[in-house]
């Protein structure tokens, strides 16, 4: 596997786990507020949830949004044979920003958060620039 691919791995699953803080946090809140947990998982209106909560929800959906671009491009990359040193740093840049991103997102820090996400966007910008503009090798 080359290493963009396996960077790609890598934000796929952060991609699939960062649900779970959410899904523990409503679980706590409604625990908190005296609904049985099970109910609140059938239920579509969740309870008042804490701000914690609700930014694990939308660092959670952000990264959703943010992967499909970029798995597109490094794929595309991949089987078009482009792949190199350069798509495989700016995997890792992304994986990286995306980390960051989920963990500052939790902690409500505005401006870390922003350079985060534009770290990713960034990374995505570089992958489509080395895929779209890639010089054939003879």
Known sequence: MTPDLLYLS???LLNALLFIP???GLGLTSAQQGISPLRTFRDPTPPELAAWVKRTN???MNSVETLAPIAI??????VTGISNEMTAMWALVF???RIAHALVY???IPIARTLAFFAGLIATGGVFWETVFAVPTP
Do not use: G, I, N
Request: glycine share 0%.
């Open 10 to 12: 890598y934000a796929a």
């Open 58 to 60: 939308r660092a959670h």
């Open 22 to 24: 959410y899904v523990v």
């Open 73 to 78: 491009l490094l794929l595309v990359a991949h």
């Open 106 to 108: 939790w902690m409500a």
């Open 95 to 97: 994986l990286c920003a």
